[in-house]
């Protein structure tokens, strides 16, 4: 049996860019294709340059995540998600970002923040790297936010951890964020005993 590989983690590599291009310039994000020296040749590759990203696994005192549910045009679904948002202000840290995203998207702050995990969210088309928050000590915020568009609708929903999970185990919500946030979060209570 071949040996593990001690710590097993993803490994940097950076071959030469050759050549960068943007291909489309978009409100929240871009497409860029590159040129790659690889090997002993060359690919292209197209892929959605991101700002990056952050979540919040936000947990009450009786067990309970809030999940939100809002219409998501590519997939034409109504999905369950955790709140989330962009890494667009300048300057901005990730947990920053998240207790700010929690505010504006369910009129929420927390008083205990800690990571939870982070993940590519499709490395092969996307670079986009999302930080998922663990955040407790839930109160309501000071003043609620003004919504618009697809945030105007958001359904808020607070969910038994373990119903949550079993959702995702059994295949009714197949948001990725919130299936690792919701996994994780339940490994880190099973951890703490």
């Given amino acids: 049996m071949p040996e593990s590989i001690e710590p097993l983690r993803d490994e940097p590599f950076e071959p030469e860019v050759l050549q960068s291009d943007l291909v489309y310039e978009g409100r929240v994000w871009d497409v860029r294709s590159d040129r790659v020296r690889y090997g002993d040749g060359e690919i292209v590759r197209q892929y959605v340059d991101h700002t990056g990203a952050v979540a919040i696994l936000a947990l009450d005192d009786d067990g309970r995540v809030l999940l939100i549910q809002q219409y998501r045009h590519p997939i034409r679904h109504r999905d369950w998600e955790l709140p989330a948002g962009l890494l667009d202000v300048e300057g901005e840290e990730p947990l920053a970002a998240a207790q700010r995203e929690l505010a504006e998207e369910a009129d929420l702050v927390a008083t205990h923040w800690e990571p939870l995990v982070s993940s590519w969210t499709t490395p092969g088309g996307n670079d986009e790297m999302?930080?998922?928050?663990?955040?407790?000590?839930?109160?309501s915020a000071e003043r609620p936010h003004d919504r618009e568009d697809e945030e105007?609708?958001?359904?808020v929903e607070w969910v038994p951890l373990d119903d949550a999970v079993e959702a995702v185990l059994g295949g009714r919500m197949h948001n990725?964020?919130?299936t690792?946030?919701?996994?994780a979060a339940a490994q880190r209570l099973r951890?703490?005993?």
């Fill in 130 to 139: 999302i930080h998922i928050f663990l955040a407790t000590g839930i109160a």
């Fill in 152 to 155: 105007a609708d958001i359904r």
């Fill in 176 to 178: 990725g964020i919130l």
């Fill in 180 to 183: 690792i946030g919701v996994l």
């Fill in 191 to 193: 951890d703490r005993g």
